[in-house]
């Protein structure tokens, strides 16, 4: 068996404290983006590392069709989460997730879906972006007011796996992070091959 499906253990969260790290980690996410991405050229933004890697846009235009599928599925499933807890313990699959996300090694879970497109202007994608870490904030304001506990968000995996509601925010913000690594490294090869 994989290291990583045995290594998964639950965790134990105050859900306050949680929350506020992950919106901390969102508006972190956000200015990155805009000071470290937003007004390169767009030579370098679209430049791919190696034929089949990810240019540092299409980084950006994957976590957008994530977040397109994540954040209406958690805004849906709010309304039937009941009332706030003081300790969030995350699930199984939701810490496995979380580990492999944070897992420097490339490990892919490649769905069609939320591939990126080709050729998106860069101003849509940016603006997408955008769009979706205020609405990923709200969503995570909101849930100050529910039980981290509950909720049956299906992950983009199937429709086998679902989250809590307090393991689907922290899945969505690791996987920000790692894609922002991804595009980081991508920039870093174009600067050294376009330079």
Request: hydrophobic fraction near 40%.
């Amino acid at each position: 068996m994989n290291g990583l499906l045995v290594s998964a253990v639950a965790k134990k969260f105050t859900c306050k404290t949680l929350l506020e790290e992950k919106a901390e980690e969102v508006r972190q996410i956000t200015e990155f983006v805009q000071t470290q991405l937003e007004n390169l050229p767009e030579e370098i933004l679209r430049h791919r590392p190696a034929p089949d890697a990810w240019s540092a846009i299409e980084c950006l235009d994957h976590l957008n069709r994530t977040a397109d599928i994540l954040l209406r599925r958690m805004e849906d499933a709010m309304p039937k989460i009941g009332t706030a807890v003081e300790v969030f313990r995350s699930r199984y699959f939701g810490e496995q997730m979380v580990q492999i996300m944070s897992s420097p090694n490339k490990q892919r879970i490649s769905i069609n879906s939320i591939k990126p497109a080709a050729g998106l202007p860069t101003s849509v994608v940016f603006d997408r972006f955008y769009h979706h870490q205020r609405w990923l904030l709200r969503l995570i304001q909101e849930a100050h007011h529910k039980d981290l506990n509950k909720g049956r968000i299906t992950s983009l995996i199937g429709p086998l796996i679902r989250y809590r509601l307090g393991d689907t925010i922290r899945i969505i913000v690791v996987h920000e992070w790692r894609h922002l690594r991804q595009a980081e490294q991508a920039l870093q090869t174009a600067s050294k091959k376009l330079s």
